[in-house]
């Protein structure tokens, strides 16, 4: 049973880490750009998911489903991406322009007030709209679970996997070999001085906004095809922990996010199953519910032992106080 | 006894979330309230007419804000009693502020022993899950003859936690110690179940029980389905609120859950109460909407009972509770209730399957003895 | 015995060996300089004698004790005062405060004391006031006590670090580039400011200066260091008039534009 | 007349730095501003390359673009106005190769970039050595060979240095002047320099201004200016 | 120039309320808000019958317009029913407010500016524990009297006060040192859970923790030892992020921080003989005003004591350079030490504190969210500052109260406020100021 029982779990870690993955993508775009801890992202997330849900609703409406379908399942998704990346682009500009460009001056924790406020803001907006009932997100792809060897993966785990993984390679690439990568590191170092070398700051600021949240809500379809409830908070604990991953990873560093995403979904998937078999080995009675206390745990101690993230570069940006 | 009117007034505080967590439920009951007071905004007690007036107030889905709402419902807005809160995490302690004030009050749904016990003043109108626990099980061993169970529940959440607890121990008491063969937990907020149901995949399981709530449901199915699970699945009261079947669509269909109405088939005044509710809010009152509407019946019925309000609200408070606890058979759309020396309601529980066209259709009643 | 005493240190940073064998002796009352291009590890030395950063090889012993591998604040407490070169001060501190917070270590109260207003903690910050505001005098900054730091003009700004290093009572000072984005007039005042500091307390300075002048007018030796390692050492005029030092750090003077 | 700036008043909040000054530059040609600590020689470099706002009344031309209507980066971009500041302000965190590239974000002649970073490396062999190091962790007098050369980058018409011999070793403060001399032959750069060492900027200069207190109290050929008595009393040192 | 000649007309008026208030200390507010609460206790009631209130107001009529504001906003969106006639209610209310409150509070206020500085300066000639004692024991009859007309406010201000505390706690840590730290709920839930477990583990029977090993009588008199021992055991939690924090800084240190809060939360969930994720209840009803009024004053004082001295500076020199700290004999680990324990200490007694109070602890309401208002309360008032901990923790409680008949709403209004406030003070309402205890007692002079 071991065997499988073991690439069973590492599945679902896989696709439980890609989720916070991508979200821990978003957050350390804007994070490595302005320094700044966008609290408000978990709720961009969620706020894509939800734009990501009309946009489904309408195409759906529009191209039909089931026998009187105009369109394939796979190209309706492509293009409830595709759509829902861009709008929620705006959101995270709106955001940008609202929340954080006034503060750019100020401390950097004022700046993280405001966007957990903003991001009460989106919640409770929500609320007022949608009356804060759960949504169905519907089912773009029908599901095929394959059964590999006594081992159960879906196609929409698959392609979710290869969706992150291919979005890390992609932003890896922007940040560290373009202009408008160097652009974005530079203004994390020193903004100030960044209209001085002909950088457009303004514009620099919003594009990472509008990158990051195109990706909050790439990664919100995502998870409403892989969890096809929404709810308007469903943005805040998720948010928290891809917050973990984020920082975790090294800061400013695009692929110690993803990573330390990845890692954050293996830790909080695999100590049940190693719960387990400890029970089983030493005939222990440990419960699987141990699990945030556990995982929690890890991260402290990797944070105790790599002080500056698992990639992060050791440089001290200043602090602004 | 200020304003001219308020001597006529009677006023009913509802201690419910209508932000937080769980907005839904709020609404619900706000639902069903405001249904009550359309219907009957005047009651006669003891001879003279007063019109009735509801506070609602929010208390966020927190256990802190459930107590700051019944201290301000109780000494600021001066209440005759108070309906809810709904959650037992919420209903535990604010069912300690009801009782030190000596003001009734009335859970309609929490189902946890703790939100009565010792408080006189505390009340509830749905049964409890020591009883719901073995139904349950029994459930599972007569009519889906399974002989080991696995369960998942949330463990930060009272309610799934206890009720977890007491299925297990009424399964362990049929099948003998260790039949419930992987008993899996996870916290609130979390979406993804892979893992635990990896494992029960793995024990060996004939039935899953899922004590939790309808927006979890969902997810839960979803996950066992996709590990390839096809034996039946076993719910809770809690399924039958909010829009489970819109959110679980068919992946839901063909499962059991123990719960305190069958709105599918319901007759007489039941389903009078249920046509009004959909025809007023386009939708089919959950648990909590009828729930709400009982614990309400009873706080009016018992008012009446009182032959006659004093004016002086602490007396009529403690009148008030004592005209509930001797009430007797009161018929309400959830079943006919009596309460015991705790406050708590003998009712009879309802086995509901999800039918093929996604109703909760009544399959068994099972009461206490 | 010298006073300040590093023998054989060195200390590398990735592949780059930052100091080599750097030897130092610096006895009571001496006033040493340490000149040499950018880069060449001035500040690294200061940062190894101070206790920033460990070397990786030899040692540095200050009154007789081996201090290598002490934590700075230990070696300040010690009697190793230093300024820095891009002037490190408090943002959000008034002047006076500067100055007190120096004298952190010469205090008694504890955390108790601290947490609890007790007569020994009123006692001694008073006497920490007082004390301050007498070295606030001496460098002519006390008009300014009240005042965030970040307020005052450049040279004032200069003159608090140097009274706030000074207020620790150090046998030994180290002073990192003091004249740096000085204008002459403010330059000369420094080398005033030194000199009296100097005399007042008999105190060692170990100087690194860019700025020839002030080396002439101050130092009794000077050590002159290219790519980490001492390259000539002797009299101000000695080292500036070395061929090597000129080839390497002070160029054929007056180049016409 | 490349610049030409008409009383220009600045001020931070309360404090007033700037009174009204008009000084003007002309192609190619090198001016410097000398001044006390806090006399607001920054102040005039930043209000030129627009990073703080001025007031009302100001004036401010180049080649007779209106300077004023300009955000900070299209000074850059636009008018190949670039400013070194004061304490360099590099991006520590960049490699010294990505601080030059960089500084061509909204260059569009792709081709001549290369040659420029060539010509860079050429006035400063030691930023060829280091190229791939983090310019945070070099040394003063290397930082301040590359916020040149950053400069230099991005566009070339009118340098504004603010103090670029701070911290220099004589040797290289001597190298980074010749560098800047030649840039300035080579390429027709004009040079606004702000100086604390006012003998040598004088003589690296043709024309200077003595500012104090927010008011220019002073104007003149250089050479004129390094040998009036009140300005060699002042700032020469006696 | 004349400064008051470029002044808005509403900001001279601003100026010129702020002059009619400046010669009245502490002693004149006192003495003016008691002669209120009195005038309220005899009048109140009398005069909100008069005015057709349906009760008296409890939150200074703020309560009472938003209430009325609340049915205009369902009526605009819902279409919810609407009494016009309770619209009257925003005058009277205000009405009531300007009886009770501001007439009497000015006319006190400036009438007793003589004889309040007299006796301020009077008392001065003591030492400064007399005048202490004094002007608290007056702010403590004020409170009490406000307190004593409705339970409601009784609990509004004691949870009101815990919040004053929670926030200072943190001001150590996030504003003094200026580390961002996300583990302040976890030091609260820890002294929550120690201070009942003290409380109902020794003294009262209970389901979870079993029978009373002590019933004495007079067990009451152990909450403060029941306080203390909460908070030296959430001192003791804050190793785990204080060790870490002598290498790691920053946003790093935020993370482990907040890893340190979820652990906290998971461990509680999971601790069985602790009630579990259902929590213990039942905790004896010690936490009266009079207690928390003394634990808080006390939490402020030595609080603020610590963050005058030099050794309390020391925080702030960490906080700003901390290579230059240590270059000035500064032992930066003791001073993070200190902040860390010092500061969970005191969350620690606040959690006690808001456990017996509420009378119910569980894990749920230590959660990010908690984080997420002590936090706001933080940044609010201002950092580096006891005043502003005092203001931001007390009007974010006070709003949240008041602005509760906005129902959703309030949701959207104080964050709004909260972001209005963050642009144009960035610091908070009132960062960097030093809270002098002899200043706040002592006369004004005023020429
Ligand atoms: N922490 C570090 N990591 C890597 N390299 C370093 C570090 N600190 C200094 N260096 C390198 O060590 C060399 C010496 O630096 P140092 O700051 O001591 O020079 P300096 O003599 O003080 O120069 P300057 O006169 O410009 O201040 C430089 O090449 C610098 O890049
Ligand atoms: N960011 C700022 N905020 C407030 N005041 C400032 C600021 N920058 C400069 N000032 C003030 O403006 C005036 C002019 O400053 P500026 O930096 O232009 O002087 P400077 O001549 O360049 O001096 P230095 O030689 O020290 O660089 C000074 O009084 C200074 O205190
Ligand atoms: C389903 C829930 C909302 C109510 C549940 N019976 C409880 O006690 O918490
Ligand atoms: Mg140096
Ligand atoms: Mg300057």
Same mark, same amino acid.
């Given at each position: 049973?071991?065997?499988?029982?073991?690439?069973?779990?590492?599945?679902?870690?896989?696709?439980?880490?890609?989720?916070?993955?991508?979200?821990?993508?978003?957050?350390?775009?804007?994070?490595?750009?302005?320094?700044?801890?966008?609290?408000?992202?978990?709720?961009?997330?969620?706020?894509?998911?939800?734009?990501?849900?009309?946009?489904?609703?309408?195409?759906?409406?529009?191209?039909?489903?089931?026998?009187?379908?105009?369109?394939?399942?796979?190209?309706?998704?492509?293009?409830?991406?595709?759509?829902?990346?861009?709008?929620?682009?705006?959101?995270?500009?709106?955001?940008?322009?609202?929340?954080?460009?006034?503060?750019?001056?100020?401390?950097?924790?004022?700046?993280?007030?405001?966007?957990?406020?903003?991001?009460?803001?989106?919640?409770?907006?929500?609320?007022?709209?949608?009356?804060?009932?759960?949504?169905?997100?519907?089912?773009?792809?029908?599901?095929?679970?394959?059964?590999?060897?006594?081992?159960?993966?879906?196609?929409?785990?698959?392609?979710?996997?290869?969706?992150?993984?291919?979005?890390?390679?992609?932003?890896?690439?922007?940040?560290?070999?373009?202009?408008?990568?160097?652009?974005?590191?530079?203004?994390?170092?020193?903004?100030?001085?960044?209209?001085?070398?002909?950088?457009?700051?303004?514009?620099?600021?919003?594009?990472?906004?509008?990158?990051?949240?195109?990706?909050?809500?790439?990664?919100?379809?995502?998870?409403?095809?892989?969890?096809?409830?929404?709810?308007?908070?469903?943005?805040?604990?998720?948010?928290?922990?891809?917050?973990?991953?984020?920082?975790?990873?090294?800061?400013?560093?695009?692929?110690?996010?993803?990573?330390?995403?990845?890692?954050?979904?293996?830790?909080?998937?695999?100590?049940?199953?190693?719960?387990?078999?400890?029970?089983?080995?030493?005939?222990?009675?440990?419960?699987?519910?141990?699990?945030?206390?556990?995982?929690?745990?890890?991260?402290?101690?990797?944070?105790?032992?790599?002080?500056?993230?698992?990639?992060?570069?050791?440089?001290?940006?200043?602090?602004?106080? | 006894?200020?304003?001219?009117?308020?001597?006529?007034?009677?006023?009913?505080?509802?201690?419910?979330?209508?932000?937080?967590?769980?907005?839904?439920?709020?609404?619900?009951?706000?639902?069903?309230?405001?249904?009550?007071?359309?219907?009957?905004?005047?009651?006669?007690?003891?001879?003279?007419?007063?019109?009735?007036?509801?506070?609602?107030?929010?208390?966020?889905?927190?256990?802190?804000?459930?107590?700051?709402?019944?201290?301000?419902?109780?000494?600021?807005?001066?209440?005759?009693?108070?309906?809810?809160?709904?959650?037992?995490?919420?209903?535990?302690?604010?069912?300690?502020?009801?009782?030190?004030?000596?003001?009734?009050?009335?859970?309609?749904?929490?189902?946890?022993?703790?939100?009565?016990?010792?408080?006189?003043?505390?009340?509830?109108?749905?049964?409890?899950?020591?009883?719901?626990?073995?139904?349950?099980?029994?459930?599972?061993?007569?009519?889906?003859?399974?002989?080991?169970?696995?369960?998942?529940?949330?463990?930060?959440?009272?309610?799934?936690?206890?009720?977890?607890?007491?299925?297990?121990?009424?399964?362990?008491?049929?099948?003998?110690?260790?039949?419930?063969?992987?008993?899996?937990?996870?916290?609130?907020?979390?979406?993804?179940?892979?893992?635990?149901?990896?494992?029960?995949?793995?024990?060996?399981?004939?039935?899953?029980?899922?004590?939790?709530?309808?927006?979890?449901?969902?997810?839960?199915?979803?996950?066992?389905?996709?590990?390839?699970?096809?034996?039946?699945?076993?719910?809770?009261?809690?399924?039958?609120?909010?829009?489970?079947?819109?959110?679980?669509?068919?992946?839901?269909?063909?499962?059991?859950?123990?719960?305190?109405?069958?709105?599918?088939?319901?007759?007489?005044?039941?389903?009078?109460?249920?046509?009004?509710?959909?025809?007023?809010?386009?939708?089919?009152?959950?648990?909590?909407?009828?729930?709400?509407?009982?614990?309400?019946?009873?706080?009016?019925?018992?008012?009446?009972?009182?032959?006659?309000?004093?004016?002086?609200?602490?007396?009529?408070?403690?009148?008030?509770?004592?005209?509930?606890?001797?009430?007797?058979?009161?018929?309400?759309?959830?079943?006919?209730?009596?309460?015991?020396?705790?406050?708590?309601?003998?009712?009879?529980?309802?086995?509901?399957?999800?039918?093929?066209?996604?109703?909760?259709?009544?399959?068994?009643?099972?009461?206490?003895? | 015995?010298?006073?300040?005493?590093?023998?054989?240190?060195?200390?590398?940073?990735?592949?780059?060996?930052?100091?080599?064998?750097?030897?130092?002796?610096?006895?009571?009352?001496?006033?040493?300089?340490?000149?040499?291009?950018?880069?060449?590890?001035?500040?690294?030395?200061?940062?190894?004698?101070?206790?920033?950063?460990?070397?990786?090889?030899?040692?540095?012993?200050?009154?007789?004790?081996?201090?290598?591998?002490?934590?700075?604040?230990?070696?300040?407490?010690?009697?190793?005062?230093?300024?820095?070169?891009?002037?490190?001060?408090?943002?959000?501190?008034?002047?006076?405060?500067?100055?007190?917070?120096?004298?952190?270590?010469?205090?008694?109260?504890?955390?108790?004391?601290?947490?609890?207003?007790?007569?020994?903690?009123?006692?001694?910050?008073?006497?920490?006031?007082?004390?301050?505001?007498?070295?606030?005098?001496?460098?002519?900054?006390?008009?300014?006590?009240?005042?965030?730091?970040?307020?005052?003009?450049?040279?004032?700004?200069?003159?608090?670090?140097?009274?706030?290093?000074?207020?620790?009572?150090?046998?030994?000072?180290?002073?990192?580039?003091?004249?740096?984005?000085?204008?002459?007039?403010?330059?000369?005042?420094?080398?005033?400011?030194?000199?009296?500091?100097?005399?007042?307390?008999?105190?060692?300075?170990?100087?690194?200066?860019?700025?020839?002048?002030?080396?002439?007018?101050?130092?009794?030796?000077?050590?002159?260091?290219?790519?980490?390692?001492?390259?000539?050492?002797?009299?101000?005029?000695?080292?500036?008039?070395?061929?090597?030092?000129?080839?390497?750090?002070?160029?054929?003077?007056?180049?016409?534009? | 007349?490349?610049?030409?700036?008409?009383?220009?008043?600045? @001020?931070?909040?309360?404090?007033?730095?700037?009174?009204?000054?008009?000084?003007?530059?002309?192609?190619?040609?090198?001016?410097?501003?000398?001044?006390?600590?806090?006399?607001?020689?920054?102040?005039?470099?930043?209000?030129?390359?627009?990073?703080?706002?001025?007031?009302?009344?100001?004036?401010?031309?180049?080649?007779?673009?209106?300077?004023?209507?300009?955000?900070?980066?299209?000074?850059?971009?636009?008018?190949?106005?670039?400013?070194?500041?004061?304490?360099?302000?590099?991006?520590?965190?960049?490699?010294?190769?990505?601080?030059?590239?960089?500084?061509?974000?909204?260059?569009?002649?792709?081709?001549?970039?290369?040659?420029?970073?060539?010509?860079?490396?050429?006035?400063?062999?030691?930023?060829?050595?280091?190229? @791939?190091?983090?310019?945070?962790?070099?040394?003063?007098?290397?930082?301040?060979?590359?916020?040149?050369?950053?400069?230099?980058?991005?566009?070339?018409?009118?340098?504004?240095?603010?103090?670029?011999?701070?911290?220099?070793?004589?040797?290289?403060?001597?190298?980074?002047?010749?560098?800047?001399?030649?840039?300035?032959?080579?390429?027709?750069?004009?040079?606004?320099?702000?100086?604390?060492?006012?003998?040598?900027?004088?003589?690296? @200069?043709?024309?200077?201004?003595?500012?104090?207190?927010?008011?220019?109290?002073?104007?003149?050929?250089?050479?004129?200016?390094?040998?009036?008595?009140?300005?060699?009393?002042?700032?020469?040192?006696? | 120039?004349?400064?008051?000649?470029?002044?808005?007309?509403?900001?001279?008026?601003?100026?010129?309320?702020?002059?009619?208030?400046?010669?009245?200390?502490?002693?004149?507010?006192?003495?003016?808000?008691?002669?209120?609460?009195?005038?309220?206790?005899?009048?109140?009631?009398?005069?909100?019958?008069?005015?057709?209130?349906?009760?008296?107001?409890?939150?200074?009529?703020?309560?009472?317009?938003?209430?009325?504001?609340?049915?205009?906003?369902?009526?605009?969106?819902?279409?919810?029913?609407?009494?016009?006639?309770?619209?009257?209610?925003?005058?009277?209310?205000?009405?009531?407010?300007?009886?009770?409150?501001?007439?009497?509070?000015?006319?006190?206020?400036?009438?007793?500016?003589?004889?309040?500085?007299?006796?301020?300066?009077?008392?001065?000639?003591?030492?400064?524990?007399?005048?202490?004692?004094?002007?608290?024991?007056?702010?403590?009859?004020?409170?009490?009297?406000?307190?004593?007309?409705?339970?409601?406010?009784?609990?509004?201000?004691?949870?009101?006060?815990?919040?004053?505390?929670?926030?200072?706690?943190?001001?150590?840590?996030?504003?003094?040192?200026?580390?961002?730290?996300?583990?302040?709920?976890?030091?609260?839930?820890?002294?929550?859970?120690?201070?009942?477990?003290?409380?109902?583990?020794?003294?009262?029977?209970?389901?979870?923790?079993?029978?009373?090993?002590?019933?004495?009588?007079?067990?009451?008199?152990?909450?403060?030892?029941?306080?203390?021992?909460?908070?030296?055991?959430?001192?003791?939690?804050?190793?785990?992020?204080?060790?870490?924090?002598?290498?790691?800084?920053?946003?790093?240190?935020?993370?482990?921080?907040?890893?340190?809060?979820?652990?906290?939360?998971?461990?509680?969930?999971?601790?069985?003989?602790?009630?579990?994720?259902?929590?213990?209840?039942?905790?004896?009803?010690?936490?009266?005003?009079?207690?928390?009024?003394?634990?808080?004053?006390?939490?402020?004082?030595?609080?603020?004591?610590?963050?005058?001295?030099?050794?309390?500076?020391?925080?702030?020199?960490?906080?700003?350079?901390?290579?230059?700290?240590?270059?000035?004999?500064?032992?930066?680990?003791?001073?993070?030490?200190?902040?860390?324990?010092?500061?969970?200490?005191?969350?620690?007694?606040?959690?006690?504190?808001?456990?017996?109070?509420?009378?119910?602890?569980?894990?749920?309401?230590?959660?990010?969210?908690?984080?997420?208002?002590?936090?706001?309360?933080?940044?609010?008032?201002?950092?580096?500052?006891?005043?502003?901990?005092?203001?931001?923790?007390?009007?974010?409680?006070?709003?949240?109260?008041?602005?509760?008949?906005?129902?959703?709403?309030?949701?959207?209004?104080?964050?709004?406020?909260?972001?209005?406030?963050?642009?144009?003070?960035?610091?908070?309402?009132?960062?960097?100021?030093?809270?002098?205890?002899?200043?706040?007692?002592?006369?004004?002079?005023?020429?």
């Amino acid at each position: 049973m071991t065997l499988n029982f073991l690439m069973q779990n590492l599945i679902n870690a896989l696709q439980w880490g890609s989720f916070y993955a991508l979200i821990a993508l978003g957050y350390s775009m804007v994070y490595s750009i302005l320094m700044l801890f966008n609290f408000a992202h978990g709720d961009i997330f969620m706020v894509g998911a939800y734009i990501g849900l009309g946009v489904a609703l309408g195409l759906l409406s529009l191209f039909g489903t089931g026998a009187a379908a105009i369109l394939p399942g796979w190209l309706l998704l492509v293009l409830t991406i595709l759509i829902s990346m861009f709008l929620t682009a705006f959101v995270g500009i709106i955001v940008e322009r609202v929340g954080y460009r006034p503060l750019r001056e100020a401390p950097r924790a004022s700046a993280a007030i405001t966007g957990l406020m903003i991001g009460i803001i989106l919640e409770t907006s929500n609320i007022l709209f949608l009356g804060g009932s759960r949504l169905k997100f519907p089912q773009l792809i029908q599901s095929v679970t394959y059964n590999i060897g006594g081992v159960y993966v879906t196609n929409k785990k698959i392609m979710i996997v290869l969706v992150s993984i291919g979005l890390m390679l992609a932003l890896h690439q922007l940040i560290s070999h373009t202009k408008w990568g160097m652009a974005m590191r530079a203004m994390a170092y020193d903004y100030v001085v960044v209209p001085l070398v002909g950088v457009p700051m303004n514009t620099i600021a919003a594009m990472t906004f509008a990158i990051g949240s195109a990706l909050a809500a790439a990664a919100g379809i995502l998870f409403g095809l892989a969890y096809p409830v929404l709810d308007p908070y469903m943005g805040v604990s998720f948010g928290w922990k891809a917050f973990v991953a984020a920082i975790l990873g090294g800061r400013g560093s695009i692929m110690g996010a993803c990573i330390a995403g990845f890692m954050l979904g293996f830790i909080e998937i695999m100590t049940v199953p190693a719960i387990q078999i400890m029970n089983r080995l030493f005939s222990l009675n440990i419960g699987s519910n141990l699990r945030d206390l556990i995982a929690y745990s890890i991260v402290l101690v990797i944070l105790i032992f790599r002080p500056h993230g698992l990639f992060g570069q050791a440089y001290s940006a200043k602090l602004r106080l | 006894a200020i304003d001219a009117d308020a001597a006529d007034t009677i006023k009913i505080g509802f201690n419910i979330p209508l932000t937080g967590d769980n907005p839904d439920v709020g609404a619900s009951s706000k639902n069903s309230a405001e249904m009550y007071l359309k219907k009957k905004p005047k009651i006669e007690v003891g001879g003279k007419s007063y019109d009735l007036t509801f506070i609602f107030d929010d208390n966020e889905y927190k256990a802190e804000s459930a107590v700051k709402v019944s201290t301000k419902l109780i000494t600021e807005e001066g209440v005759l009693g108070i309906i809810g809160p709904q959650s037992s995490s919420q209903a535990v302690p604010a069912g300690d502020v009801a009782n030190n004030y000596a003001t009734p009050m009335i859970s309609p749904w929490s189902t946890n022993p703790n939100t009565t016990l010792d408080r006189p003043y505390v009340f509830r109108g749905c049964f409890l899950d020591p009883f719901q626990g073995p139904v349950s099980a029994n459930f599972a061993t007569d009519e889906l003859s399974a002989k080991k169970a696995a369960v998942i529940y949330d463990i930060a959440a009272d309610y799934p936690k206890g009720l977890a607890e007491f299925f297990k121990a009424a399964f362990e008491g049929i099948h003998g110690p260790g039949s419930v063969v992987a008993f899996e937990s996870f916290t609130t907020g979390d979406k993804d179940f892979s893992a635990q149901m990896t494992n029960i995949m793995m024990s060996g399981a004939d039935v899953v029980f899922v004590p939790q709530y309808y927006s979890e449901v969902p997810l839960i199915v979803r996950a066992a389905k996709e590990m390839g699970w096809t034996k039946p699945i076993l719910g809770s009261d809690s399924w039958g609120s909010g829009d489970l079947m819109g959110l679980c669509g068919d992946d839901c269909k063909g499962y059991y859950f123990s719960t305190h109405y069958a709105a599918a088939g319901a007759k007489g005044e039941t389903k009078a109460f249920i046509d009004e509710y959909t025809a007023t809010y386009g939708k089919t009152p959950d648990d909590v909407a009828a729930l709400t509407w009982d614990a309400l019946g009873l706080m009016i019925q018992a008012i009446k009972n009182t032959g006659g309000l004093s004016g002086d609200i602490k007396a009529d408070r403690t009148k008030v509770k004592d005209a509930l606890a001797s009430i007797q058979n009161f018929p309400g759309i959830t079943g006919g209730m009596t309460f015991t020396a705790d406050g708590d309601p003998k009712k009879c529980a309802v086995v509901v399957k999800i039918n093929d066209a996604g109703q909760f259709e009544f399959f068994k009643s099972v009461c206490p003895k | 015995m010298p006073l300040l005493h590093v023998t054989d240190m060195s200390i590398n940073f990735g592949g780059l060996q930052a100091v080599a064998d750097y030897h130092l002796s610096l006895d009571p009352g001496q006033i040493t300089g340490l000149i040499g291009p950018n880069g060449a590890g001035k500040t690294t030395i200061f940062n190894l004698i101070t206790g920033i950063y460990r070397p990786t090889k030899g040692s540095v012993q200050f009154d007789g004790q081996e201090i290598t591998g002490k934590k700075p604040n230990e070696t300040a407490a010690m009697g190793l005062a230093r300024t820095f070169q891009e002037m490190k001060l408090w943002r959000h501190m008034t002047v006076l405060e500067h100055i007190k917070m120096a004298r952190y270590s010469k205090l008694s109260y504890g955390l108790l004391g601290a947490f609890l207003d007790t007569p020994r903690r009123r006692r001694e910050e008073r006497e920490a006031t007082e004390l301050s505001m007498e070295y606030l005098k001496m460098f002519a900054v006390d008009q300014f006590a009240d005042q965030l730091v970040v307020n005052l003009p450049y040279g004032a700004q200069r003159r608090v670090e140097m009274a706030r290093a000074m207020v620790i009572e150090p046998k030994v000072l180290l002073l990192d580039e003091p004249t740096v984005g000085m204008t002459p007039d403010e330059m000369m005042a420094m080398i005033e400011v030194v000199r009296k500091a100097h005399e007042r307390f008999n105190l060692a300075i170990f100087l690194i200066e860019h700025r020839l002048k002030v080396v002439h007018e101050l130092c009794q030796h000077v050590q002159a260091l290219v790519f980490g390692r001492v390259l000539v050492e002797g009299t101000p005029a000695d080292v500036q008039n070395h061929p090597k030092v000129i080839e390497a750090y002070i160029g054929e003077q007056e180049v016409e534009f | 007349m490349l610049l030409n700036v008409e009383n220009l008043r600045v @001020s931070y909040g309360k404090i007033k730095a700037l009174h009204g000054i008009s000084f003007k530059i002309d192609a190619g040609e090198i001016v410097t501003i000398i001044g006390a600590n806090g006399a607001g020689k920054s102040t005039t470099l930043r209000a030129v390359s627009r990073m703080v706002p001025v007031e009302a009344g100001s004036v401010m031309t180049c080649m007779d673009q209106d300077l004023l209507k300009l955000p900070a980066d299209k000074v850059v971009s636009q008018l190949g106005i670039t400013h070194v500041p004061e304490g360099r302000r590099l991006f520590g965190n960049l490699t010294v190769m990505e601080n030059l590239q960089l500084a061509t974000f909204a260059r569009k002649d792709r081709d001549n970039i290369k040659k420029d970073i060539r010509r860079v490396f050429e006035i400063f062999p030691r930023l060829e050595e280091r190229r @791939s190091q983090p310019s945070g962790t070099m040394s003063g007098g290397e930082q301040q060979m590359l916020a040149i050369g950053r400069a230099f980058m991005s566009g070339r018409r009118l340098m504004l240095l603010d103090e670029p011999s701070m911290g220099l070793s004589p040797l290289l403060m001597m190298n980074v002047f010749q560098a800047l001399k030649e840039i300035n032959r080579q390429e027709g750069t004009a040079i606004l320099l702000v100086e604390q060492n006012a003998r040598l900027a004088l003589k690296f @200069s043709q024309k200077g201004y003595v500012l104090e207190n927010g008011n220019l109290v002073l104007e003149g050929n250089s050479e004129t200016l390094i040998n009036d008595p009140e300005v060699r009393k002042a700032y020469l040192g006696g | 120039m004349d400064q008051t000649a470029t002044l808005h007309p509403t900001e001279g008026m601003f100026l010129r309320i702020g002059h009619f208030f400046k010669p009245v200390p502490l002693m004149g507010y006192l003495a003016g808000f008691l002669v209120c609460v009195l005038w309220e206790q005899m009048a109140g009631d009398g005069l909100s019958a008069i005015l057709g209130l349906p009760k008296m107001p409890v939150l200074f009529g703020i309560l009472t317009i938003f209430k009325v504001v609340a049915g205009v906003v369902n009526l605009l969106i819902k279409g919810d029913a609407f009494d016009w006639a309770t619209l009257v209610q925003i005058p009277t209310a205000l009405v009531y407010l300007t009886v009770i409150y501001l007439v009497p509070l000015t006319l006190v206020c400036r009438l007793s500016v003589k004889p309040a500085n007299a006796l301020a300066r009077f008392l001065q000639g003591f030492p400064l524990i007399v005048t202490a004692l004094v002007q608290l024991g007056l702010m403590y009859a004020v409170l009490h009297i406000w307190a004593g007309v409705s339970d409601y406010r009784l609990i509004t201000l004691k949870l009101t006060l815990i919040a004053v505390l929670f926030t200072l706690s943190l001001n150590i840590i996030n504003g003094y040192m200026g580390e961002f730290s996300c583990s302040h709920p976890g030091f609260m839930a820890i002294g929550a859970y120690m201070t009942s477990l003290f409380t109902v583990g020794l003294f009262t029977s209970d389901k979870v923790l079993g029978d009373a090993v002590f019933s004495v009588g007079a067990a009451y008199l152990s909450f403060p030892l029941a306080l203390i021992f909460g908070g030296i055991m959430a001192a003791l939690g804050a190793l785990i992020v204080a060790i870490p924090s002598f290498k790691t800084r920053g946003d790093y240190l935020a993370i482990i921080s907040l890893a340190f809060l979820f652990i906290v939360k998971s461990f509680f969930e999971n601790m069985q003989s602790l009630g579990g994720s259902r929590g213990i209840g039942g905790q004896p009803n010690w936490a009266t005003l009079p207690v928390i009024f003394i634990t808080v004053a006390f939490g402020v004082w030595t609080i603020n004591n610590f963050v005058t001295s030099t050794m309390g500076k020391a925080l702030n020199a960490v906080r700003d350079d901390e290579t230059a700290a240590e270059a000035m004999t500064v032992d930066t680990r003791k001073t993070k030490m200190a902040a860390f324990l010092f500061g969970a200490f005191w969350a620690g007694v606040a959690g006690g504190l808001l456990a017996h109070v509420l009378r119910y602890v569980n894990p749920a309401m230590f959660s990010v969210q908690k984080l997420a208002e002590v936090l706001a309360m933080v940044y609010f008032g201002g950092l580096n500052s006891v005043y502003g901990s005092i203001v931001g923790a007390v009007s974010i409680s006070l709003l949240g109260e008041a602005l509760r008949p906005l129902e959703i709403l309030k949701w959207i209004v104080i964050p709004l406020l909260l972001i209005l406030v963050m642009v144009y003070r960035p610091t908070g309402l009132i960062a960097f100021k030093e809270f002098d205890v002899r200043q706040v007692f002592g006369p004004k002079e005023v020429d």
